[in-house]
């Protein structure tokens, strides 16, 4: 069975950092996408950032790009985002999540197939 699990959320004031981490068991998802995505409260998952290294691929959202970093170490099956200069409107649940598709770096959420729990980030003074 396939297990994502998501740490390193927490509060932090405008301007901060954090580093996420994935931790994958049951599978290894290294010819596939991963990716992170977000949920804020009342509005839908939104694509974070996705890698696939088996295509050399690396996808960020737009109000990211220059901030955050996605980054797997295949080889002890994690992935992470490190997120620099955080805004009040990165605030939200970010979730880990694997997809099966060979070959393709996915923004979908519906081409995801395996989920985390999620971590909380909250960006407030």
């Known amino acids: 069975q396939v297990h994502l699990v998501e740490s390193g959320g927490g509060l932090v004031p405008p301007g901060g950092s954090l580093r996420l981490s994935c931790t994958v068991s049951?599978?290894?998802?290294?010819?596939?996408?991963m990716a992170w995505f977000r949920q804020a409260p009342g509005k839908g998952r939104e694509f974070v950032a996705g890698?696939?290294?088996?295509?050399?691929?690396?996808r960020y959202h737009y109000s990211v790009k220059g901030r955050f970093t996605i980054s797997r170490d295949n080889a002890k099956n994690l992935m992470y985002l490190q997120m620099n200069n955080l805004q009040p409107e990165d605030s939200a649940v970010y979730y880990c999540?694997?997809?099966?598709?060979?070959?393709?770096?996915?923004?979908?959420?519906?081409?995801?197939?395996?989920w985390g729990q999620g971590t909380q980030v909250t960006i407030s003074s």
């Open positions: 999540a694997g997809s099966l598709i060979v070959g393709i770096m996915t923004t979908k959420a519906d081409d995801y197939i395996s």
């Open positions: 049951g599978y290894n998802f290294e010819n596939s996408a």
């Open positions: 890698i696939n290294l088996s295509i050399n691929s690396i």
